[in-house]
């Protein structure tokens, strides 16, 4: 590796995505060239599957299942599908896992990057804007049937509240007053909370009915995994707010499953 | 035709050499010393913006003296190189050294080949680990690199700043001593530097993955006493 210096006229200034692109290390979305998937794509490939986001008094929680699937083989019991992208805000997956992985890879240095070289960090709209050039470009091997969706959610510090924003193949980005969910589980977990959504939740309800809509998704589609108690895996749930991107304690998760199931035991409801 | 006259290499370097000196003595010090839990760097600049200490990655920074748009260029580069190795391989691949080591050939390249040489003294510092103690490159306008595992002096008057520090340097000092001795370093005898006068951060533990952290206003004035 050589130094990476630019005569003015060709400089990246602060993208990295087009820096990588100018010195060849290749991206997540290959060019539509160098593959041709047939039609049975899907079942060749990794794919991710439920998460979810919901704005709550001091800003999001976001929430997403661990399994992924290849065509009808469970491939990954332990996929992790939320990151943070930055210190203040969050990003989840759904779609083609090895591509979607790889763009979460590439946004979090995008955005890392533009902070160290700029000496600013840019804003959530800004952020929600970047993503969705990057899925855009993904559009070709989208239409191959690898598509990567995902949920961008974070904590705008100028405005002081949490917000969602979702994408669709096209990287059309589209902002969400309250919540939204994704992936191939994502119509069950949306309605799951939308049936227990207010404005202006407390944090422990947010995470519970984030739990709730997961635990529903998992019930309904095959390609979502519910919590899993024999091997002790459950889905990763994290909220930003004014102090950052934090996750909730895998400890918490589970009693929060194992009371859910409880709950609905005592009820005389099928867990 | 005339003749171009002869020139001997050696005049040519040495005229060299003095250039690039004058254009960095022109500019104000900085100093980086090991404290008990990282790396601190105070640099006498009174701008909140145009800043010479900066973040590279993960565990390392940079800090440049001399003419601001050559250093600047520099630590762009600088970030670009770590962004891209740790995309392409693994953040821990990440190290100071071998970007000290682009930064040598680069500068010793331009001292060389090039018209003017660049007008820069720098410094990259890497926080050490439990395997590994800190490091501290510093590198100079022609290319020299040396090893620094106490403190470095960069920019102007480096021999009566480092004679200063040197009397008061202490293994495993904390960041209050470390920083009040660099600031009276930095000063001498004939002034004061204050909170508004300098630009100061640190690479230290606790701050995360990112352990670059810049220290200013309250919580700076506190630790100048």
């Known amino acids: 590796m050589t130094l990476p210096l630019f005569s003015t006229t060709e400089d990246p200034g602060p993208d990295f995505a087009g820096l990588i692109r100018r010195l060849k290390v290749p991206g997540p979305s290959p060019t539509a060239a160098t593959m041709s998937a ?28 661990r399994r992924a699937t290849e065509g009808h083989a469970i491939a990954h019991r332990s996929m992790e599908k939320v990151f943070p ?38 804003s959530l709209e800004g952020k929600a804007n970047q993503l969705s050039q990057m899925v855009r470009e993904h559009l070709p091997m989208a239409m191959q049937g690898l598509a990567v969706v995902p949920l961008f959610a974070g904590f705008d510090l100028t405005r002081g509240t949490g917000r969602i924003f979702t994408y669709d193949v096209t990287g059309g980005h589209y902002e969400e007053t309250e919540y939204n969910a994704t992936g191939s589980g994502g119509r069950d977990a949306r309605t799951t909370i939308k049936l227990g959504y207010r404005v202006g939740l407390a944090r ?19 390609a979502t995994g519910g919590p899993d108690l024999i091997r002790g895996i459950y889905p990763l749930v994290a909220t930003v707010t004014a102090d950052g991107f934090l996750s909730v304690p895998e400890d918490e998760v589970a009693e929060r499953f194992a009371a859910l199931i409880e709950r609905r035991r005592a009820e005389g409801r099928q867990p | 035709m005339t003749m171009p ?21 022109r500019g104000r010090s900085l100093v980086a010393t090991t404290y008990d839990l990282g790396i601190a760097i105070v640099a006498d600049n009174p701008s909140r913006s145009l800043h010479k200490i900066s973040e590279i990655y993960d565990r390392i920074a940079f800090a440049g003296v001399g003419k601001y748009n050559e250093f600047d260029q520099l630590r762009v580069s600088g970030i670009r190189h770590a962004d891209t190795k740790g995309y392409a391989y693994s953040r821990e ?73 040197e009397q008061e340097w202490t293994s495993g000092w904390s960041l209050a001593d ?48």
Not at chain 1, 38 to 65: I, K, N, P, S, W
Request: charged letters at 25%; zero cysteines; glycine letters at 10%.
């Open chain 1, 204 to 222: 422990d309800e947010a995470v519970e009915l984030s739990i709730e809509a997961l635990y529903e998704a998992a019930d309904e589609d095959s």
């Open chain 2, 5 to 25: 006259y002869y020139v001997a290499p050696e005049q040519v370097m040495k005229d060299r050499a003095e250039y690039a000196q004058k254009g960095i003595a």
């Open chain 1, 38 to 65: 047939g039609t049975a794509a899907e079942d060749r490939f990794r794919h991710g599957t439920t998460v979810a986001a919901l704005r709550y008094a001091d800003g999001v929680v976001m929430a997403g299942d």
């Open chain 1, 85 to 122: 992208a930055d210190r203040f805000s969050a990003v989840a997956i759904a779609g083609a896992a090895g591509p979607a992985v790889e763009m979460v890879r590439l946004f979090q240095t995008q955005l890392e990057h533009y902070e160290k070289v700029e000496g600013v960090v840019l």
């Open chain 2, 178 to 225: 470390a920083l009040r001795s660099a600031v009276g370093a930095l000063a001498g005898s004939d002034r004061t530097l204050g909170g508004p006068d300098l630009e100061v951060a640190v690479l230290a533990e606790g701050n995360g993955r990112r352990s670059f952290r810049r220290l200013v206003d309250g919580e700076l004035e506190a630790l100048l006493g």
């Open chain 2, 93 to 165: 691949d990440v190290e100071a050294r071998s970007l000290a080591n682009l930064y040598a050939q680069y500068l010793g390249q331009v001292f060389t080949h090039e018209m003017k040489p660049l007008e820069v003294e720098i410094l990259v510092a890497e926080l050490g680990t439990e395997l590994r103690p800190p490091q501290m490159y510093h590198i100079a306008y022609e290319g020299t690199i040396t090893d620094e595992d106490r403190y470095a002096v960069l920019g102007g008057e480096t021999e009566t700043i480092a004679q200063r520090l």
